[in-house]
């Protein structure tokens, strides 16, 4: 089964060269596998002072004593040692024993091996075994791979066998899971909400984009006010995003609703005005996005209470992330061009009707 030389016979074991020292493994079935000390001791330092501890007898012949391990799984781990080798059928069958030897005994070369095939082998129905073992062997990689597979699957998990022995044997391995399943949920939902967020921000951003390009340049419907709206009818590059902010600008611009202050959309509208002269960065003469000038020179004016301040607080910072976001855009225009494919996949966020709100997004 194992790769190593011939069997050393009776007759060499006790030579003085120690090249030709011959030891007997004993397992726990009472098989007797000889094997070259030498060999031994050079892969394993365990092994090595094994060999090097002094025997009762100068005559008796050394042995070491692998045990709680199938002889078989015994000679594959001898023939690693020989050979650096073992096969993928050695490794399905012996797989879990084999890292137990390689941890035991420091073989760091079989343990890598051991953890990678493991790692591919694992199933619902082993997970929880082999987890244990990973956290006995001080396998780190396996064990967050066991981890994380019954973080996914944990009512599948919780009913097999192996999970029902784990509940009876090992209550803070348990434990352990469980709060490693409860931080796992913590950090896809705080990620997700931040995957939102930053979606926000650029699409923010996008639209002070597509704001100044509409009052500047004039877009389809809608043009600055001392130009007609283009003649050319084919859609601009962010059409999509454009061509909401066109409607919303008209709307604003007829709203009946809009002086008693009871239309929403021309309220969101309103802000992105409002934010728009938050990072215009061009003199008020000759800016032509409209109301930016006029909130510029309202920007010095002093806060009247508390609830002001704090609302300019988080204003300041939603336009702070907006900028951020419009920097970092710039930089990654290929994240940037799979956002606006596929808007609704990657933020999570329905954005049909353009309207941005944004009053609920500075957190
Ligand atoms: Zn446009
Ligand atoms: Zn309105
Ligand atoms: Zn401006």
């Known amino acids: 089964m194992c790769q190593r030389p011939a069997s050393p016979t009776e007759s060499d074991n006790g030579s003085k060269d120690s090249n030709e020292t011959y030891v007997q493994i004993v397992t ?20 090595e002072s094994l060999i090097d501890r002094p025997r009762k007898h ?44 390689s941890h035991v005994y420091l073989v760091p070369q079989l343990k890598s091996r051991c953890t990678k095939a493991l790692i591919e082998r694992l199933t619902i129905e082993n997970v929880t075994d082999v987890l244990q ?27 097999t066998e192996g999970w029902k ?18 931080e796992a949920e913590t950090r896809k939902k705080s990620c997700v909400k931040h995957m939102k967020e930053q979606s926000l921000y650029f699409q923010l951003s996008e639209a002070m984009e597509c704001l100044e390009h509409i009052c500047t340049d004039g877009c389809i419907s ?33 709203c009946k609703k809009r002086a008693k202050g009871g239309c929403v959309r021309c309220k969101r509208m309103w802000q992105l005005f409002k934010l728009h002269a938050s990072i215009c ?59 606006e494919e596929e808007p609704t996949q990657s933020c999570g966020q329905t954005n049909d009707n353009h309207d941005y709100d944004i009053r609920n997004l500075v957190c």
């Open 28 to 47: 726990s079935g009472g098989r007797r596998i000889p094997a070259h000390a030498n060999i031994l001791a050079s892969a394993s330092t365990v092994l």
């Open 58 to 101: 100068r005559s008796s012949e050394k042995t070491i004593q692998i045990l709680g391990v199938p002889c078989d799984a015994v000679e594959v781990f001898v023939g690693f040692l020989y050979s650096s080798k073992c096969t993928e059928e050695q490794m399905e069958k012996y797989g879990i024993h084999l890292l137990a030897l």
């Open 133 to 159: 073992l990973a956290k006995l062997c001080d396998a780190p990689d396996l064990y967050l791979k066991c981890m994380k597979l019954v973080s996914k699957s944990f009512k599948a998990v919780e009913e």
């Open 165 to 182: 022995f784990l509940q009876n044997n090992d209550p803070f391995l348990e434990l352990e899971i469980l709060q490693f399943i409860d």
């Open 222 to 254: 809608v043009g600055p006010c001392d130009k007609e709206p283009s003649k050319n009818k084919a859609p601009c590059s962010k059409f999509s995003t454009c061509q909401g902010l066109q409607h919303s600008i008209q709307h604003f611009g007829s």
């Open 281 to 339: 960065e061009a003199p008020e003469s000759t800016c032509k996005v409209p109301l930016c000038s006029r909130f510029k020179a309202k920007g010095g004016e002093e806060m009247k209470n508390k609830k002001e301040k704090k609302e300019m607080v988080r204003w300041e910072l939603l336009v702070k992330k907006v900028v951020l976001a419009k920097a970092t855009s710039s930089i990654l225009l290929p994240k940037r061009k799979r956002m």
